[in-house]
Structure formats: structure tokens, C-alpha cells
């Protein structure tokens, strides 16, 4: 998605503004959004067809920055203890710094509009391939295939989501949720490396 700027931009981000966790994205009415925006109503059809196209571009907005430093620390790292680590304790704490954001994902994700809906799963599927990409690429959990590094990361991103609202809700929990995603991750890769072993090794490693 291309950098917005101008009159497109002023709308996505009085949208953030005015989202909180009772409201959705498609609940705001067009003059509150550019009241909120500083703008004539009518500006907003200079910039978008509709509401959904709108919507597309507010998620978008939303994933681009987080996805970004995700995958700076990734291609980081050394291993792939590291990188979980690393990619758990930036996402929960952009969760946190951009809890409406974070708000309207998780909803939308189970919203009306089938637009939306259909974007959010896609951009998933992108997050998750990213992650695949950059652990084949860094090699941060050899001896697995590329196959189940791709299952791995798309489970991950989407169990990385299911627990955002939890952890923004639940602040004095926000230590154990962040240990229990990382321990997610890391035994879902060793739980493959495990599986390449034959049956047999496996026997005498539990007789020790």
C-alpha cells in the first residue's frame, strides 16, 4: 500500500482517534469522522468509494508500521530463541501503545463486512508467509522443512492475535501472557524437529 498523505491520512487517523473498544470502524458516521478529521464531509468521497475501500486503507495503515519492525528484528537475530523473544515482546508492546488499533483488527476480523473481513485474513496470510521468509532466509531453525515453517507461522500470527485483546485488558497479566507465547512458538518448531526423529531415538532419550 502507497504512504498517505493529506486529506487521506487526516481521515484513517481521526478513525484511530475515535475508535475505543466499544466502537467499530464501521459504526462511525461520515461527519463525525470529518469533523474529527478537520475536514469538509464531502472530502471523504474525493478519497475513497466507499466505506469498505476506507476500511481497507485504516488496516492497512495499522499493519504496515508493526510489520516493519517485526521483520527488522527478525532478520536480526541469531536464533530462533532470539527471535521469538524479540517479535513477542515488540508486538505486545505495540498492542499496548496502539490499543484502538489493535481493537479494530481483532474485531473486524469478526465483523459484517466481508470486505474486511477477506482484507484482515489476507494480510494474516502475508504477516505469516513474512515470518516464514525471514526464519528460511536467517536459517533460525535448521533442519526443519520450509513447509512446516510456513504452517508454523501462519498458527503463530494468528495465535499472536487471538491473545491481543487479553493482553491489553489484562495488564497484570501481560508478563505470563508474553512468556506463554513464547514458549508457543518455540515448541511448536521443537515439537517439528522432534517429529524428524525416528521412533526408536525417541525411546532412548525417554530411557534417560
Request: glycine fraction near 6%; charged fraction near 25%.
Amino acid at each position: 500500500m502507497s504512504v498517505m498523505t493529506g486529506g487521506k491520512l487526516k481521515l484513517v487517523q481521526a478513525a484511530l482517534r475515535l475508535i475505543t473498544q466499544s466502537r467499530s470502524l464501521t459504526s462511525l458516521g461520515l461527519r463525525e469522522l470529518a469533523r474529527e478529521a478537520g475536514l469538509n464531509p464531502n472530502t471523504f468521497y474525493r478519497h475513497f468509494s466507499s466505506l469498505d475501500e476506507f476500511g481497507l486503507h485504516v488496516l492497512g495503515y495499522i499493519a504496515e508500521e508493526m510489520k516493519t519492525g517485526v521483520r527488522e528484528l527478525r532478520r536480526m537475530a541469531e536464533s530462533s530463541d532470539q527471535a521469538s523473544r524479540e517479535t513477542v515482546a515488540f508486538v505486545y508492546h505495540y498492542f499496548q501503545s496502539n490499543a484502538a488499533a489493535t481493537t479494530v483488527a481483532v474485531r473486524e476480523l469478526h465483523g459484517p463486512s466481508p470486505v474486511l473481513r477477506r482484507a484482515l485474513e489476507a494480510q494474516l496470510d502475508a504477516s505469516a508467509r513474512e515470518m516464514a521468509e525471514d526464519i528460511i532466509e536467517r536459517q533460525l531453525v535448521p533442519g526443519v522443512d520450509e513447509a512446516t515453517i510456513h504452517e508454523i507461522s501462519h498458527m503463530t500470527i494468528r495465535y499472536i492475535l487471538f491473545r491481543a485483546m487479553d493482553y491489553i485488558e489484562k495488564p497484570d497479566q501481560r508478563e505470563r501472557i508474553q512468556l506463554e507465547t513464547e514458549r508457543f512458538i518455540n515448541r511448536q518448531f521443537r515439537g517439528a524437529l522432534v517429529e524428524r526423529v525416528e521412533p526408536g531415538e525417541i525411546a532412548r532419550w525417554v530411557g534417560h
